[in-house]
């Protein structure tokens, strides 16, 4: 027998022992022989590890080239990227360390990630159109009445009502969303996609909820609906679809790390990843020349954006962001995780904290999408530790990752 990580078992393979999740919940008998569904499963319940006869286990394939048209890197060139984007970390740190061979794994094999690491830093937004304030006086004026952010539709409150009350059933969430037709048949097109991998067709919306739990319908629900909101800002001067692949990225890492760590709402924290840079999309959005401003400044100071921010917003767009999830009336916990994302913990914050903020530095480092940022800090190992979990962990997250942001960012943006 050998006890192999969960992203190296192929189909055909035959489990040696029973596979139980956190719970003690049985998955799979020993005996049976994995297909390609059964892995996902396991996955999709946070499995990092399976037993399997020896004589099962397949000789390693040679690695994949690279895709056709494309110049394969040489390691020299590799190591060069990623010593620069990882220069603020410890590479003698185990968790940098696997993540650092992650992605030295994936940049000949994803073609974001050579674009991302390999680019300079933008220079933000650039001029903007209209000559916004510099620096900007008033940006509370977003959040009331002078100015005034698209308004979000009545089903969104209705929605938010319901995932904060632990009475509703399934049946009250789909008589809520039934109201919307098109965010409806989007939610059921997720069920029913390999995101899911669902063997039965899910047909309403009341079954969804009895299949995935009234809580996670809501959090697709509220995600949708808040993505959709931003659509009709006015972001020419962004690249939209890059921000919510780097922001529904960070949503489905946090939710995957909810399922290894103790005593966290798997939904609140997919939420507060999937909206964490909802201030920053903002400042870029409507205040685009002071944004490039900033940026740029940043960049010749050598330092973050958020780290500027102040001084030309009068906060950062983790405190804005945190401001809209208050006005939103979204719970107190989502607010944190947003004001909380780019904290230099001095001790161990809040576990749901910490799993934001891990999940956007983890996407930062894979390089999935962008939300302007210039480098990859260093990461808060209070807020690693504050997780309680094995560094081995993270190969299989990052895997999963790859694999539900394919079908997820159909839904989601594009």
Not at 61 to 77: S, V, Y
Not at 130 to 155: C, F, M, Q
Request: net charge positive.
């Amino acid at each position: 027998m050998k006890t192999i990580n969960i992203s190296k078992a192929k189909p055909g393979m035959v489990l040696g022992r029973e596979v139980v999740n956190r719970d003690g919940r049985r998955l799979f008998d020993a005996g049976i022989v994995l297909s390609e569904k059964m892995i996902r499963t396991l996955k999709m319940w946070g499995i990092l590890e399976v037993t399997i006869p020896t004589d099962t286990i397949p000789e390693d394939l040679p690695p994949p080239n690279a895709p056709p048209g494309r110049t394969r890197l040489d390691n020299g060139k590799k190591k060069a990227v990623l010593a620069h984007h990882f220069r603020h970390n410890d590479l003698e740190n185990s968790v940098i360390k696997d993540i650092y061979a992650l992605s030295f794994e994936r940049i000949e094999t994803c073609p974001e990630v050579l674009s991302f690491l390999q680019e300079p830093s933008k220079k933000g937004p650039g001029k903007s159109d209209v000559h916004d304030p510099y620096p900007v006086n008033g940006i509370h004026s977003l959040l009331a009445d002078e100015i005034k952010l698209p308004a979000l539709p009545t089903i969104f409150s209705q929605i938010n009502a319901a995932i904060k009350n632990p009475s509703c059933s399934g049946k009250d969430i789909a008589e809520i969303v039934s109201k919307d037709t098109s965010l409806s048949a989007t939610i059921l097109k997720i069920v029913n996609s390999a995101y899911y991998g669902f063997d039965e067709p899910v047909e309403s919306l009341a079954y969804a909820a009895m299949v995935l739990g009234s809580q996670q319908v809501c959090s697709l629900a509220l995600g949708i609906t808040v993505i959709n909101y931003f659509k009709g800002l006015p972001g020419n001067r962004i690249n939209m679809q890059s921000f919510w692949r780097h922001s529904v990225a960070c949503g489905i890492t946090a939710q995957i790390l909810a399922s290894h760590v103790e005593k966290v709402n798997k939904e609140r924290v997919f939420i507060g990843g999937l909206l964490h840079d909802i201030g920053q999309l903002v400042f870029l959005c409507y205040y685009p020349g002071t944004a490039g401003i900033a940026f740029g400044q940043a960049e010749k100071l050598g330092l973050f954006p958020h780290q500027v921010e102040p001084r030309y917003f009068g906060m950062t767009h983790a405190v804005f962001g945190s401001l809209m999830a208050d006005k939103w009336n979204f719970s107190a916990h989502i607010s944190a995780q947003i004001r909380h994302h780019h904290d230099d913990f001095k001790e161990k914050p809040p576990r749901e904290i910490a799993i934001v903020y891990v999940s956007n530095w983890l996407v930062n480092a894979v390089g999935i999408g962008s939300s302007s940022r210039y480098n990859l800090p260093r990461l808060n190992m209070n807020a690693w530790q504050a997780l309680g979990i094995t560094h081995r962990v993270l190969e299989p997250v990052i895997r999963q990752l790859d694999r539900q942001l394919v079908e997820a960012i159909k839904f989601f943006y594009e």
